[in-house]
């Protein structure tokens, strides 16, 4: 179980934001629980130096392209890339310096999951440059995939039969949880054990993790297989979790 760091863009500027405000609405605004002085390659730089590779750089909307480039570049082959990801830009950010390319929308247009367009994408970049994104929400006990800044649900479960469909596809998952991204509020434990029983596959979960222990019990719940990101928590981020303390932990945890 690793540690993967994460700088989520919006509107150009590094931030964090509560995940089920976002919208596309152009006269609403996410609420934010931190908006950064620093620029994306000072946190990929960060990230560099420490050797925290596979994470996540997140393009929240329009206006991000150039911050991500930035981050990408600045360390090379250590950052995956998300957020409007399709075949015909899929190839220009790994050739700016992504290890994968991100998928979620693209392949789950209107909400109706698109296995067209994920073998296209597949053929454009190949399995092992790729990420399916299934962030998802709870609906009657079970997990569905949601879209349009995780506000539509899709009819795609995240139930075993699917996740190896989808392996045949790509190197690695991540997942949201949706419901508590962004709150601090502790982490949705049900989905935890439901991705560690179902996937066979590098995943990553996110959503409400607010502390060292909250990673223990994830590495706990995931018997070692889901790997964890965190982003309001973080004193990079303006939380109170030290950045310091849980790469200590990250590498004692990967001796």
């Not at 909307?61 to 995956?80: F, R, S």
């Not at 075949?87 to 991100?102: D, Q, W």
């Not at 590495?219 to 790997?227: A, K, P, S």
């Amino acid at each position: 179980m690793r540690f993967r760091p994460c700088i989520d863009l919006h509107n150009g500027k590094v931030k964090q934001i509560v995940g089920s405000t976002l919208s596309d609405d152009s006269e609403s605004s996410p609420e934010t629980n931190f908006i950064s002085t620093k620029g994306s390659d000072y946190y990929a730089d960060l990230y560099r130096q420490n050797k925290l590779s596979g994470g996540h750089v997140i393009m929240l909307g329009p206006g991000n392209e150039e911050a991500a480039l930035l981050a990408l570049d600045t360390y090379k082959n250590g950052l995956q890339v998300g957020g409007g990801i399709n075949p015909g830009n899929a190839e220009k950010f790994l050739k700016a310096g992504a290890s994968h390319v991100i998928v979620t929308s693209y392949i789950f247009h209107d909400g109706v999951f698109s296995e067209r367009n994920l073998k296209e994408l597949h053929d454009t970049v190949g399995k092992e440059n790729l990420v399916i994104d299934l962030s998802c929400k709870s609906r009657n006990d079970k997990y569905f995939v949601v879209t349009n800044r995780w506000q539509k649900f899709t009819t795609f479960e995240i139930s075993e039969e699917n996740l190896r469909f989808l392996s045949a596809f790509c190197d690695e998952f991540l997942v949201h949880a949706a419901d508590v991204e962004g709150m601090k509020s502790g982490i949705d434990e049900n989905l935890v054990e439901h991705l560690s029983e179902c996937c066979k596959i590098p995943i990553t979960y996110a959503g409400g993790v607010r502390s060292i222990d909250d990673f223990s019990k994830i590495d706990e719940l995931g018997h070692g297989r889901v790997d964890a990101t965190v982003g309001s928590a973080l004193d990079i981020f303006g939380g109170t979790l030290s950045f310091d303390n849980l790469v200590k932990w990250n590498n004692e945890r990967n001796r």
